[in-house]
């Protein structure tokens, strides 16, 4: 998930004082926020002749360590790393059997070497929150804290999994003093999302860019993925020229980002610009870095586009197949894709899907509560008429984050369908003043 490299004490601090005093002097004017983004392109020569990709480098990064562990079977931190590289692998490929694999790997490192053993700690955290269990994973990172106060990872997992519960405050003072501690692309990036969970947006741009002044050569991964969700920010506000930019520059470093084309292809899906939006999206399928783990959300979107379109028979075979990929490549029970489904089921409408869709967010809102997991299940709710529970559940959503456009329009859907007419109006007016780009298309893509 993060991309945190080991850099000197004083480089990194000499970079921070690019500076935050000079950020806060104009951040004020939006005009200046918009179009800051062209303001730090990537400083360093792309290096584009490797000819290995990401898994064929962490095989042999695997076969390394287990060839050191045949050779002294009761290391533990070999086994440690091997976990790691496990998670690594995982998170590339989307493949569930690489977290088995992880988590056997680290369990075993704990039997070998009980105690001052944080690295195979981490590795188990790191898949409690693969699982979706988030309260395991805060409780883990906290053992590795205890170990080593001031290890990074461990403070970065703890602000993603308690922003995924929902305790934005207490993902937003980690981030804090995580940013103190480690001021660096990450850190800051980590920080930025905290800062959008809380609505504070010129703050969050001040973070993000900040983060993009601090990267550094043979980073690629973490600068692709700082930029994409800087323009994931920038759509969500309607500034559709800076976030297409954005994307297009993470694609310059990393060109088969599966995430920067994912978020590009929506972005033109919602201009209308359906050639170019099914390239991105072709071109997921043919990631060799990323193999089969995006290829649903790719293939979604291509259902989407059909339905635009007005070819529903076309839109039906693609859900179809991207529901099969889903089911054949995700593992629901262990980790945590139950909310993905739900939105394929909802997305394509069927009523017959509608109590599956329930259930599975059922089982997700008890582990996930962020602002996301709740616009979803009221979602769900709303297509079962429960419009009373649905009013409960998005009003958490937007007491969690009251500047969400879309969490704002399903609020505006359910008061409507309850006969809420002014407050259904004054929540499409704070939408509208959010994002004014939410247009007709735009609500249709998100099932509105």
Not at 187 to 196: G, I, Q, V
Not at 221 to 238: C, D, N, P
Not at 269 to 281: E, L, S
Request: hydrophobic share 40%.
């Amino acid at each position: 998930m993060l991309f945190f490299q080991n850099r000197p004490w004083q480089k990194r601090l000499a970079l921070l004082s690019l500076s935050a005093t000079c950020l806060a002097a104009v951040l004020g004017h939006r005009l200046w926020s918009a179009h800051l983004s062209w303001a730090i392109p990537y400083p360093y020569t792309l290096h584009s002749n490797d000819p290995e990709t990401a898994t064929q480098t962490l095989n042999q990064e695997i076969a390394f360590y287990r060839d050191r562990i045949q050779q002294s079977p009761s290391d533990g931190l070999d086994r440690a790393a091997l976990a790691q590289t496990y998670l690594k692998m995982a998170r590339a490929t989307g493949q569930s059997t690489w977290y088995l694999l992880a988590e056997q790997s680290a369990r075993q490192s704990l039997t070998n070497l009980s105690t001052n053993n944080p690295g195979a700690t981490m590795a188990l955290a790191q898949i409690a929150e693969a699982k979706h269990d988030f309260n395991q994973s805060i409780a883990l990172a906290k053992e590795v804290l205890a170990l080593s106060p001031n290890h990074e990872e461990a403070k970065a997992l703890l602000v993603t999994s308690y922003l995924a519960i929902g305790e934005t405050a207490k993902a937003h003072q980690i981030a804090n003093q995580l940013v103190e501690q480690l001021p660096t692309l990450g850190s800051f990036t980590l920080r930025a999302l905290t800062h959008d969970a809380l609505c504070l947006k010129e703050d969050a741009i001040a973070d993000f860019h900040q983060a993009l002044a601090l990267e550094e050569p043979q980073e690629t991964g973490s600068s692709a993925w700082a930029r994409t969700l800087l323009g994931r920010f920038y759509a969500e506000q309607g500034e559709l020229a800076q976030a297409k930019q954005l994307y297009q520059d993470a694609l310059r470093l990393v060109p088969r980002y599966p995430l920067a084309l994912i978020n590009l292809a929506k972005l033109e899906t919602q201009q209308g610009h359906y050639r170019k939006a099914q390239q991105r999206y072709s071109r997921v399928f043919t990631s060799e870095d990323y193999p089969a783990a995006f290829d649903h959300v790719a293939t979604q979107g291509l259902a989407r586009i059909k339905l635009l379109q007005g070819d529903r028979q076309a839109a039906e075979e693609k859900w179809a197949i991207a529901e099969q990929q889903f089911r054949t490549h995700q593992d629901l029970d262990s980790f945590g894709h139950r909310q993905e489904l739900a939105r394929l089921l909802l997305t394509r409408g069927h009523q017959e899907d509608l109590p599956e869709a329930l259930a599975l967010m059922e089982q997700e809102i008890t582990l996930r509560r962020d602002h996301k997991t709740l616009s979803l299940m009221a979602w769900v709710l709303s297509r079962q008429g429960q419009w009373d529970k649905a009013q409960s559940v998005i009003k958490e959503a937007i007491a969690q984050k009251s500047c969400h456009t879309e969490t704002l329009y399903r609020a505006a859907a359910i008061e409507e369908s309850l006969g809420n007419t002014d407050q259904a109006v004054r929540y499409q007016q704070q939408a509208q003043a959010i994002n004014p780009a939410f247009d007709d298309r735009a609500q249709r893509l998100s099932g509105l």
